[in-house]
């Protein structure tokens, strides 16, 4: 089946420092990727449709500037957490389809700001 | 917009027993329906989608579910449940639009299995 892999796991960071969260999708191309954050114990939001060779469209209410989302090849789709603070430490999670109507979801990424 | 309501946010059962998850949409149109389940600090695993034709459906693990259009519902059904099956559960609604599927999940229904 579809592997949606995310990469780290879990990352713990200072505030103030940016971090990278990978998502590759691993037997499939993948022209279109989503990430959603999940706060605790709440369900998963969608922040933001990431397009291979193109910018990202981000949902309402997501800052483009502080979540940057790069969509560099078939197979990676990368998010930045720029200058993060403890408001950011949520589960993010990454998505995609490798045939329409299936979307697969990656291990999710964990990050916790100090 | 479309939205998607799980009224049980916990749910206990025996291990054995049958078990039944709620789920209810709105939207304006024909909807494409997912049940999701998610282990603690994993992702989500598809259990199974509705995108037309039997209004019940079989996913994995044993489950099934039936779309309901008269009563807006997309409930979950397994017969007898395993320790295994203790999760969190979102049931989502997506816009009509094959190859960008963005989906809007309910707020999950917690399981858990007593012996």
């Known amino acids: 089946g579809a592997v949606v892999s995310q990469h780290p796991s879990r990352v713990i960071c200072k505030s103030g420092t940016s971090v990278k969260i990978e998502c590759r999708s691993l037997d499939f191309q993948a022209t279109t990727m989503f990430w959603y954050r999940q706060f605790p114990k709440q369900s998963l939001m969608l922040m933001a449709t990431s397009n291979e060779g193109s910018k990202a469209t981000y949902e309402q209410g997501v800052e483009k500037d502080k979540f940057l989302i790069n969509h560099a090849s078939l197979t990676l789709s990368t998010l930045t957490v720029t200058s993060a603070h403890p408001e950011d430490s949520s589960f993010y999670i990454c998505s995609a389809l490798p045939r329409p109507g299936e979307l697969f979801f990656g291990e999710g990424s964990r990050l916790t700001v100090l | 917009a479309q939205s998607v309501t799980q009224p049980d946010i916990h749910i206990t059962v025996s291990e054995g027993a049958s078990l039944e998850l709620r789920c209810n949409y709105s939207?304006?149109?024909?909807?494409?329906l997912f049940w999701y389940v998610q282990s603690p600090g994993q992702g989500l695993q598809l259990l199974l989608k509705y995108f037309s034709g039997d209004t019940l459906v079989q996913g994995i693990k044993g489950f099934e579910a039936e779309f309901k259009r008269s009563q807006s519902s997309f409930n979950l059904r397994k017969p007898s449940v395993h320790w295994s099956d203790a999760a969190e559960y979102f049931c989502a609604v997506g816009l009509s639009n094959f190859g960008n599927e963005k989906l809007t999940f309910g707020t999950g229904t917690r399981l858990t299995i007593i012996p």
């Open positions: 939207y304006g149109a024909t909807p494409y």
